[in-house]
């Protein structure tokens, strides 16, 4: 899945499959290099568009996703 770069201090990259209803994010590694993906399933459209219109990608990602959809970590 693509990803695009956001503005977060700890989200470096989001992606979004609609189709699948697939949420990828690429975290920020404390010290450099690569961060943590984590894959996100069965999330609406709405709260991708909620995720990318929001100013903290953290905050929200923290309200509205972690613990609310099921969650594989796939690299790092």
Known sequence: ME???VDSSNV?????????QVLEVEFIRKGGGDGPVYSYDGVPP????????SASKGHY????????????KISG
């Open 46 to 53: 709405e709260k991708w568009q909620g995720l990318m219109a």
């Open 12 to 20: 470096k990259s989001l992606g979004y499959n609609p189709a699948s």
């Open 3 to 5: 990803r695009i770069s």
């Open 61 to 72: 990602l923290n309200a509205e996703i972690k613990g609310h959809y099921t969650c594989t």
